[in-house]
């Protein structure tokens, strides 16, 4: 793993020579990313670019925690707005939605990139990312968009392991993937409905629980906990029930099996 970190230290350096800005959403992979860049953007008297995307379908938390760890690292952090919800193609959460959606955001990075004189942009994808349903990689990679932990072959435990040994404030975080990843694929998204599942996870949060997704399947709320915590889940179930029916969710049900990263993809990933 050692050798790993200095490899990656090596490959972001050379890149940050000639001018480089971060796909930043404050999440651990392009923390760690960015970490690297700005200790060889002051090597090298270079300015490191962290560049987070205010959407309609990533997390309120994105913005508010990347500002923070920005400032931590010493980058220029810029926020681009994008409001995905002017494409139909997204609004109808398509298969493809997140190659459509990664395309329309990185296009806008391309853009800032140039009007910078920055070479390269970079993202947090890791090597386990290329190993589960995840069309925006394409995309990525038809745009010329770097991806330094995929290219080395660097895992997410690896990613936390290396941020730990940084003192990445972020090193931690659960991941906060986009909120439509909360429907089934070709159902209409509903601005007022992922504030609604946004409001009801960050609830169950506060009552201890550290990765929480709401799955929503048209009336019926599928919570996902991690296994250990599911005794916990229905101990707390009155309470959670009570805020989610507040909310308007009709049936509250738990997920016995746990939470899994995807699990909306369970018919992609079978090719049903």
């Known amino acids: 793993m050692e050798k790993k970190l ?33 200790e ?9 670019y962290a560049v987070t995307f205010e959407t309609k379908l990533h997390p309120v938390s994105d913005v508010t925690i990347s500002k923070k760890v920005a400032k931590e690292m010493g980058a220029i952090h810029e926020i681009i707005q994008i409001n995905e919800f002017e494409n139909e193609a997204i609004l109808n959460n398509p298969v493809d939605r997140c190659y459509q959606c990664k ?7 391309l853009e800032f990139a140039e009007k910078k004189s920055l070479k390269y942009v970079l993202d947090g994808t890791n090597a386990d990312d290329l190993n589960s349903y995840r069309p925006g990689v394409q995309a990525l990679k038809e745009l010329g968009v770097i991806s330094p932990l995929a290219k ?12 730990k040994v ?11 993937p986009c ?16 504030e609604k599942i946004e409001e009801g996870e960050e609830f169950i949060k506060s009552l201890g629980f550290h990765v929480v997704r709401l799955r929503v399947h048209k009336d019926i709320v599928r919570i996902e906990v991690k296994k250990e915590d599911l005794q916990k889940l229905i101990l707390e179930g009155d309470t959670i029930t009570e805020y989610l029916k507040k909310l308007g969710f009709v049936y509250i049900t738990l997920d016995l099996e746990g939470f899994r990263s995807g699990s ?9």
């Open 103 to 109: 395309k329309s955001l990185f296009i806008n990075l």
């Open 264 to 272: 909306m993809d369970i018919y992609v990933n079978k090719n049903i």
């Open 6 to 38: 200095i490899e990656l230290k090596k490959e972001i350096s050379k890149l940050v020579e000639d001018g480089v800005c971060i796909a930043f959403s404050g999440g651990v992979d392009s923390s760690l990313i960015l970490k690297i860049a700005c």
């Open 179 to 194: 909120m439509a990843t909360r429907l089934p694929y070709n159902t209409k998204i509903s601005f007022e409905l992922l």
């Open 40 to 48: 060889a953007g002051k090597e090298l008297n270079r300015k490191v």
């Open 152 to 163: 080395l072959g660097i895992t997410k435990s690896e990613v936390r392991e290396f941020a």
């Open 166 to 176: 940084l003192n990445i404030s972020v090193a931690s975080r659960p991941s906060a």
